[in-house]
């Protein structure tokens, strides 16, 4: 008997100690919004936001910026977006890094 109450009492402290171990949280993608149509869950995509980086709209505003007229962007890759238009000495070209901001490379 006292085995038994023994494998009794070491079966529940382990099914204890298995709550307490970590676990991954999932609801870090829910968000809850409060407006005028009350509370409503939304589920952020986390993968458009790190994806997102530099569009060709972008690429072209920033070498407006920089002194291009008429930019027309040639070439998108992962990394880098290259824009070409006409500048005081002629045709040239600019690349961008391909992150949000369009930094100059």
Known sequence: MKMLSSTG????????????LPT??????????????????VIRDR???YRRGCSP????AAARDEGFR????????DRSVTVEG?????RDRIRFANRPGCPEI
Request: net charge neutral; no cysteine; charged share 30%.
């Open 24 to 41: 991954s949280v999932s609801a870090q993608d829910l968000e809850l919004r409060l407006g005028p149509d009350g509370v409503r869950p």
């Open 9 to 20: 009492l070491i079966a529940a402290l382990s099914f204890g100690a298995l709550g307490a």
């Open 70 to 77: 008429r930019p027309e962007v040639i070439r998108v890759t």
């Open 47 to 49: 993968d458009r936001e």
């Open 86 to 90: 006409m500048t005081r000495n002629g």
């Open 57 to 60: 709209g972008e690429a072209r």
